[in-house]
């Protein structure tokens, strides 16, 4: 497994208000390999009051609730799940909590997160950041679902994905941590063959280039680190509106 990961300000923001999270860990014995990752992406809300303290809540509290089940050698997906499904509601509960304890009215981060064991991954997600999991002949295996109001248009047909691209309500969200008192993550599981290159990234890279663009690069033949600064390059230079965050796992 080769892993890289990058975030930059953009052009246009004072900070960078994302986080990012990636732990590994390996065993080998008995002639046997048992490889793990961890890999998390928050990206703080702009529109809100530290966003970058939100972010920070996120990835450190997914760190504590996913260490012990990355180094452990008798874990199974039941346990994985809980444990995801566990660390998103326990950083909803401490930024919410953040919040009120220091009066602020609106504080909030998405967050996509991968927890890859075997050839199985599981994958969860609040918010518009997004994992894209994409085979080795570039077509995108699996997708996060945004929760923003423009992803609800284009679910009811109302618009179509490239109209939804441009739409000035895109970063709507309809879900997001640190909000409201209880959250839901939608949490999926899926088999990892080999060769697949697995993305996660805020909506200021893949906002800023289209899918067949992501594809491309993805499957480029360089390390996940180089991939990692091509895609976010090529987004700065699009775009660079927004904060630009990308973690890459090539399988």
């Given at each position: 497994?080769?892993?890289?990961?990058?975030?930059?300000?953009?052009?246009?923001?004072?900070?960078?208000?994302?986080?990012?999270?990636?732990?590994?860990?390996a065993?080998?014995?008995?002639?046997?390999?048992?490889?793990?990752?961890?890999?998390?992406?928050?990206?703080?809300?702009?529109?809100?009051?530290?966003g970058?303290?939100a972010?920070?809540?996120?990835?450190?509290?997914?760190?504590?609730n996913?260490?012990?089940?990355?180094?452990?050698?008798?874990?199974?997906?039941?346990?994985?799940?809980?444990?995801?499904?566990?660390?998103?509601?326990?950083?909803?509960?401490?930024?919410?909590?953040?919040?009120?304890?220091?009066?602020?009215?609106?504080?909030?981060?998405?967050?996509?997160?991968?927890?890859?064991?075997?050839?199985?991954?599981?994958?969860?997600?609040?918010?518009?950041?997004?994992?894209?999991?994409?085979?080795p002949?570039?077509?995108?295996?699996f997708?996060?679902?945004?929760?923003?109001?423009?992803?609800?248009?284009?679910?009811?047909?109302?618009?179509?994905?490239?109209?939804?691209?441009?739409?000035?309500?895109r970063?709507?969200?309809?879900?997001?941590?640190?909000?409201?008192?209880?959250?839901?993550?939608?949490?999926?599981?899926?088999?990892?063959?080999?060769?697949?290159?697995?993305?996660?990234?805020?909506?200021?890279?893949w906002?800023?280039?289209?899918?067949?663009?992501?594809?491309?690069?993805?499957?480029?033949?360089?390390?996940?680190?180089?991939?990692?600064?091509?895609?976010?390059?090529?987004?700065?230079?699009?775009?660079?509106?927004?904060?630009?965050?990308?973690?890459?796992?090539?399988?």
């Amino acid at each position: 497994m080769d892993i890289g990961y990058l975030t930059l300000r953009g052009k246009v923001r004072e900070k960078d208000e994302d986080s990012l999270l990636v732990l590994s860990s390996a065993f080998a014995y008995e002639g046997k390999e048992d490889e793990k990752a961890v890999a998390v992406l928050a990206d703080g809300m702009g529109g809100g009051e530290l966003g970058e303290v939100a972010s920070r809540i996120a990835v450190t509290t997914f760190r504590n609730n996913l260490l012990p089940l990355l180094v452990s050698e008798a874990v199974d997906g039941n346990m994985i799940r809980t444990g995801m499904t566990d660390a998103f509601e326990r950083t909803n509960a401490e930024i919410f909590s953040y919040s009120k304890n220091h009066q602020l009215s609106f504080m909030g981060t998405t967050a996509t997160a991968l927890f890859l064991y075997g050839k199985r991954a599981l994958i969860g997600n609040v918010g518009d950041s997004r994992t894209y999991v994409i085979d080795p002949e570039g077509r995108v295996k699996f997708r996060t679902r945004d929760h923003s109001y423009v992803q609800e248009l284009i679910l009811s047909g109302e618009i179509s994905e490239d109209e939804g691209r441009n739409d000035p309500r895109r970063n709507q969200l309809t879900r997001a941590l640190g909000i409201e008192r209880t959250i839901f993550a939608d949490i999926s599981s899926m088999e990892v063959g080999g060769g697949e290159t697995i993305l996660l990234c805020c909506d200021g890279l893949w906002g800023a280039l289209s899918e067949s663009e992501l594809r491309k690069q993805a499957i480029r033949g360089e390390s996940a680190q180089e991939t990692a600064k091509i895609l976010a390059d090529e987004a700065n230079e699009n775009d660079g509106s927004d904060n630009i965050s990308i973690i890459v796992l090539k399988i």
